[in-house]
């Protein structure tokens, strides 16, 4: 079936500045041309006129944890949440990010594989949401950081297995711990967790399978190890020095800041049932994580966007909109802002070839706004619809 959208104003995610007057042919869900409306005979097809409206790709967002609630105190949760309270709070999440603007997640540690049947039911179209990609359980060490929903793994061959265990298991990508974490008691966020050498034969697992590589990371020590493994993007990055951007940005490395995480926890902590120490430790670290994220984007680092959706209040979906704003406040121009979510994320994940940008051939997922994101990011909040494979999804 085919469909036009007619005088769009469009983003293509490519880099490229505004095109006016741009009309869009769609058929079974895929680009099949992208031209001036003056010079497409619309008379019979079913057309969408988006006059006065600005249409940019999809969001990606490429750091979630789709099985969490967004509760005060997540080490709770995993204590007193059983497998049928984290799949009913998955489905919700999920049609959430459709209709906040986000077409393509990648979810960087369920729980016990629940989200691995539901990202088939996502394809098959059973339940509504985006598309996702999966990394099974997270590798860390033992007692490391995110140890109650993780693989604890101790020494090369015991990482190389467990790595393997989530590889077997059917995931799209490998995830590990670098770095003690804001939310687990008990670990110094600036202390690093699994070694050079264990780092290297997970990432070595992960590559000879195919796979893209994530790591956990907030310390500083923890950032340049990861990069001298070979992990392809790092998570958080939250005391990265001059020597790890260096390194970042000469190996090709991604950073995925995540600011709305320490952000929500900043501003609705105390009062709110989060533990007190997840609030220090974000006290701790969220001036450097700004001045490091601004030499990173100013040195030419690769950076995606993710948003650590559900840790404490940060919710599913509605994140993606907070994590592109606290970008720009913290220096990233508009463009650039919709690039790492865009055309960037879609690279780190490997699926560039059908998401990521608007273009002939592509997967015709894209976001219909009222206003102008390139003059202000907060266009991204006044929404007219989202479309899916070039179905209206919300």
Not at 1 to 28: C, H, R, W
Not at 157 to 179: H, M, N, P, T, Y
Request: hydrophobic share 40%.
């Amino acid at each position: 079936m085919k469909k036009y959208f007619k005088n769009a104003s469009l983003i293509d995610g490519t880099g490229e500045g505004l095109q006016q007057f741009v009309t869009i042919a769609v058929e079974d869900g895929i680009i099949e041309r992208i031209t001036k409306e003056d010079e497409v005979k619309t008379a019979g097809i079913e057309t969408e006129d988006l006059k006065g409206k600005y249409v940019i790709p999809g969001l990606i967002d490429c750091h979630t944890h789709v099985c969490l609630e967004p509760v005060a105190d997540t080490f709770q949760m995993f204590q007193t949440f059983k497998d049928t309270d984290f799949v009913i709070s998955a489905v919700k999440h999920l049609e959430a990010f459709i209709k906040n603007g986000v077409t393509f997640i990648r979810d960087l540690g369920g729980v016990n594989y629940l989200e691995l049947p539901l990202r088939r039911y996502l394809e098959e179209g059973v339940i509504e949401g985006p598309g996702m990609h999966c990394a099974g359980k997270l590798v860390t060490m033992t007692g490391g950081h995110g140890w109650a929903i993780g693989r604890e793994a101790d020494g090369v061959d015991e990482v190389r297995k467990a790595v393997r265990e989530q590889l077997k298991a059917g995931v799209d990508c490998i995830k590990v711990i670098s770095s003690g974490g804001v939310l687990t008691p008990g670990v110094d966020v600036n202390a690093y967790q699994l070694n050079l050498d264990e780092l290297k034969a997970a990432a070595e697992e992960a590559h000879k399978a195919g796979k893209r590589i994530a790591t956990h990371c907030h310390s500083t020590q923890g950032v340049k190890i990861a990069v001298e493994a070979g992990i392809d993007s790092i998570e958080h990055a939250t005391l990265i020095d001059d020597d790890g951007i260096r390194m970042a940005a000469e190996n090709g490395t991604f950073i995925v800041p995540t600011f709305s995480a320490v952000f929500n926890i900043m501003n609705k902590g105390r009062g709110n049932g989060i533990p007190e120490y997840a609030i220090k430790k974000s006290e701790e670290v969220r001036q450097k994580h700004m001045e490091g994220f601004k030499k990173a984007y100013h040195a030419g680092v690769k950076i995606a966007m993710g948003t650590d959706s559900g840790t404490p209040f940060n919710h599913h979906g509605e994140s993606a909109r907070t994590e592109l704003e606290l970008m720009v406040s913290y220096g990233m121009s508009e463009m650039d802002a919709i690039l790492s979510a865009t055309k960037y994320a879609a690279e780190l994940l490997g699926i560039s070839e059908q998401y990521g940008t608007l273009e002939v051939g592509k997967q015709a997922d894209f976001i219909v706004l009222n206003t102008n994101p390139i003059e202000d990011i907060q266009a991204v909040r006044d929404i007219a619809a989202v479309y899916k494979s070039g179905c209206e999804r919300a």
